[in-house]
């Protein structure tokens, strides 16, 4: 079965260095998206992206937060200078079968847990 | 503006009992409303949705939700739960789209004892 997928699962940098979180939708998604989960709160809305632009983005996703579909199948998140308040786990998602349309989900990947120190 | 609130971090039950996970949302316009499903190490996986139509939505794993929008509520029920149903359960609300922005919920963590 398709799935999402995304690398690193776990990744320690120092405070002030720029990370960079990889995503692989599922082929075909049209629709993708990045969530993150600090310990013990909820899941937020980073950012939204579809047709190679991002299509709506949350009040976190400030201008040290950038997105990029670089070669048709990989959606990264770049962190430009990471801060302790980044640290979380970081969720990929992808919807929108291109050739099933809307199919009313939108999968997850299993996460990349960032721990800024 | 859109929010959820589930009521209980952290609910335990027997195996075999009734299993009620409580999702009140609010929303600025007629809700999409979500449970998702998390298992240790995994993403999230949706149980079920409501979206229009029909309240009583029925999903995978034999869980069902009832949407009630006199009581802002959409809460998750199993009639008897399994051990392979302890897991965290997210509620989430979209602005009446499947594909838009959610909004989740804190969680809850549903333990099962044998």
């Known amino acids: 079965e398709p799935e999402v997928t995304q690398t690193p699962s776990h990744q320690v940098t120092q405070m002030g260095q720029e990370v960079i979180l990889r995503c692989v939708p599922i082929?075909?998604?049209?629709?993708f998206y990045w969530y993150r989960q600090i310990l013990g709160q909820k899941v937020e809305f980073l950012v939204s992206f579809y047709n190679n632009e991002i299509s709506e983005k949350s009040e976190i996703f400030d201008d040290q937060f950038s997105v990029e579909r670089p070669d048709g199948s990989n959606f990264t998140l770049k962190i430009r200078s990471t801060k302790l308040e980044d640290s979380a786990m970081y969720f990929c998602a992808s919807g929108g079968d291109l050739d099933r349309g809307n199919t009313g989900e939108l999968f997850f990947g299993e996460g990349s847990r960032l721990t800024v120190l | 503006a859109q929010s959820v609130t589930q009521l209980g971090s952290h609910v335990s039950v027997s195996e075999g009992a009734l299993v009620l996970l409580r999702c009140n949302y609010s929303?600025?316009?007629?809700?999409?409303l979500f449970w998702y499903v998390q298992y240790p190490n995994q993403g999230l996986q949706l149980l079920l949705k409501?979206?229009?139509?029909?309240?009583l939505v029925k999903g995978i794993n034999g869980f069902e939700a009832e949407f009630k929008k006199s009581e802002t509520s959409f809460h998750l029920t199993k009639p008897s739960a399994h051990m392979s149903d302890a897991a965290e359960y997210f509620c989430?609300?979209?602005?009446?789209?499947?594909?838009?922005?959610?909004?989740f919920g804190r969680g809850t963590q549903l333990t099962v004892w044998p």
């Open positions: 082929s075909n998604h049209l629709y």
């Open positions: 929303s600025s316009v007629p809700p999409y």
């Open positions: 989430a609300v979209s602005r009446g789209s499947t594909l838009g922005r959610l909004y």
């Open positions: 409501y979206t229009t139509g029909a309240t």
